[in-house]
């Protein structure tokens, strides 16, 4: 069964920079669009960007030139990386990989995990202290 597994998180502060990577194992999003999304406590999962196969990549306005995502692909793995840089207090949130579709709706950009998927990984932690 494919397993979706995030690092990279941690605490910093305002104007500062993380790298988060994910390692998606098996085949089972060999064919798919990836993304990153995040979820701050009491508000709903976001995404915020995605890239797909080809490794043309899209952003939600939000993180637009703040944040660049990039992948490796292999037969049986993909390796999926989010540079965020100049981040903000409102990037801090739980951060989690997942197959990810760009939707537009009313002149705005959403990123959604396509339904059924509910395999999401356990997360890693960004904290962006003012």
């Known amino acids: 069964q494919a397993q979706l597994v995030e690092s990279g998180g941690g605490s910093v502060q305002t104007g500062g920079s993380l790298r988060l990577t994910c390692v998606a194992s098996g085949t089972t999003y060999s064919t798919v669009s990836m993304g990153w999304f995040r979820q701050a406590p009491g508000q709903e999962r976001e995404g915020v960007a995605g890239?797909?196969?080809?490794?043309?990549?899209?952003?939600v306005d939000s993180v637009k030139g703040r944040f660049t995502i990039a992948q490796e692909r292999a037969f049986d793995k993909i390796t999926l990386y989010l540079q965020m840089n100049s981040l903000k207090p409102d990037d801090s949130a739980m951060y989690y990989c997942?197959?990810?579709?760009?939707?537009?709706?009313?002149?705005?950009?959403?990123?959604?995990?396509?339904?059924?998927?509910?395999?999401w990984g356990q997360g890693t932690q960004v904290t962006v202290s003012s």
């Open positions: 890239i797909h196969t080809g490794g043309f990549p899209f952003y």
């Open positions: 997942a197959p990810a579709v760009p939707i537009h709706k009313q002149g705005k950009m959403h990123i959604l995990a396509p339904p059924p998927f509910r395999d």
